[in-house]
């Protein structure tokens, strides 16, 4: 997403058309491109009305979850159609590792109030993937393997070490520390590439030949998208 991306703030507009404004906005939009929904409370059931009437064709980002502002990034996909674990995450890895790269730009120009807000939506949008992937992709991967010690366990250790990280970030940002600031974006870079490359190579396609078929398979990032563990 760019800083000129369009924003459709929802708040003033009757409830009642709401969904179809949002649904008009998403179906001009070109293959590729995205607005920002601004709204007071998460928008769930709107997640859910896209999963049913717009399947596999468009990219949910939470940007920021309250407790003031929900924004999510809503985008047109290029392909539509059903979609694999190792598509969905390794699509949020790139998105991800973009925003960073702005971040990165922002802070070596002296943007650092802007460099703050951008980086807060990165950590909003790595929490919530580590999140999509210790409550529904390695539960699912360790019922199907019977192991709970294995590639998942290094992940989710991994994944704390990233937390950590952030926050370290963060905070270099917040004091306008560019020393500590490239310090630990250094080294969350090179934890996150290394743990993105084991999932991309391994993790992911595992999970994709050990669900049923495409439909698991979308049954599974649906579940991703929402957070909900269960149906
Ligand atoms: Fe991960
Ligand atoms: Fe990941």
Not at 102 to 111: I, K, N, T
Not at 197 to 215: F, H, N, S, V
Request: proline content about 5%; aromatic content about 8%.
């Amino acid at each position: 997403m760019s800083t000129s991306t369009q924003e459709l703030d929802v708040r003033s507009i009757p409830p009642v058309r709401r969904h179809p404004e949002i649904f008009r906005t998403f179906d001009t939009l070109a293959a590729g491109g995205a607005f920002v929904l601004v709204n007071d409370h998460e928008p769930r059931p709107l997640l859910y009305q896209f999963q049913v009437e717009r399947p596999g064709q468009f990219e949910w980002n939470v940007l920021e979850t309250g407790p003031e502002l929900w924004r999510v990034e809503i985008a047109r996909r290029r392909e539509v159609g059903s979609r694999s674990v190792s598509d969905f995450l390794g699509t949020d890895h790139r998105r991800l590792d973009a925003i960073a790269v702005e971040v990165d730009c922002l802070v070596h120009a002296g943007y650092f109030a802007e460099a703050q807000r951008r980086f807060a939506e990165f950590r909003c949008g790595l929490d919530r993937h580590i999140e999509e992937e210790e409550k529904v992709l390695f539960p699912l991967f360790e019922e199907r393997t019977g192991s709970a010690d294995g590639p998942t366990a290094v992940m989710r250790d991994e994944h704390v070490r990233i937390r950590r990280g952030m926050g370290q970030t963060a905070t270099a940002i917040h004091d306008m520390d560019r020393e500590g600031y490239a310090e630990s974006t250094r080294a969350l870079r090179e934890l996150l590439e290394e743990h993105n490359r084991k999932e991309e190579m391994i993790l992911y396609p595992m999970t994709d030949r050990l669900a049923g078929g495409e439909r698991e398979r979308d049954d599974i990032v649906r579940r991703m998208q929402a957070m909900a563990p269960e149906e």
